[in-house]
């Protein structure tokens, strides 16, 4: 098994490697992370997410809570039982060219038309090519509950918006295929209190791995380097929602630990400049 990391540092942007707990880049420089699990770098260093994804996409309704979870909220209740039964996933596309994907770290951002929103771990699938599966990463499919409850159309306006989605801290590459993956969440707040915490496994899963890559692929030309989070199975009671201060935890014992801070989205719109 190997781990993967993407540091930008005094030599630009380079991979790295986790070896005995430590990262070592491909010009041979050794560097001790501030922690192991979250591999938070020390100055000049910077923990970038383990690779730009040309393309990152979700699948939905793979576990059983989240298909309870959507049919509780939504006023429109089949579809969720429906795509859980049904051969065919639901497939969705999260982010192109990594605008709305921040790294281990960097605040992740709720809607502000929203009053419902939720962090989504999940695994991560790291395309090769031709269909292969590379690596595994963490996920945060960050989603606005009562947007996406109020009707299934609104579906792309809960889950793409500005810093909805991270994953890392690095990929993850077994030697065998289709492992089973612990994953546990905890959410604290600006004063450490714990808001939130639960965990699951991708034991739980309806559905494959190799399954959901191979539908993804289906007369679809995802480029190689594109991740595939796989659905979530933790999710919050009915009266939790992230707020600005909170921070989110998504720990995976074989990956690491995904951290986040949680801010406004409409901060981290950058202003481009007038053309
Ligand atoms: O259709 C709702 C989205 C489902 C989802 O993102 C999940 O189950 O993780
Ligand atoms: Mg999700």
Redesign the pocket.
Known sequence: MALYVRVRGPNGVEQGTVEDGQVVLAGGARITPLDPDTMQLSEPYELLTPLGAPEIW??????ER?RDA?VEESTVKDV?TLVYDAPRP?LFMKDAGMRRTVSPGRPIGIRGDSRWNVP?P?IGIVLGTEGRIAGYTIGN?V?SRDI?GAN?LY?PQA?IFAGACSFGPAVFVPEIAEPTFRLSLRVTDEWGRIVFEDETSTSSMRRTFANLVEWLLLDNPVPPGSILLT??GLVPPDDFTLLPGHFVEIHVPEIGTLVNPVVRASELIEKEPAR
């Open positions: 979700c699948a939905g309704v793979t576990y989240s959507r969720y639901e989504e999940e499919d989603s996406e299934p579906l889950k659905g979530t």
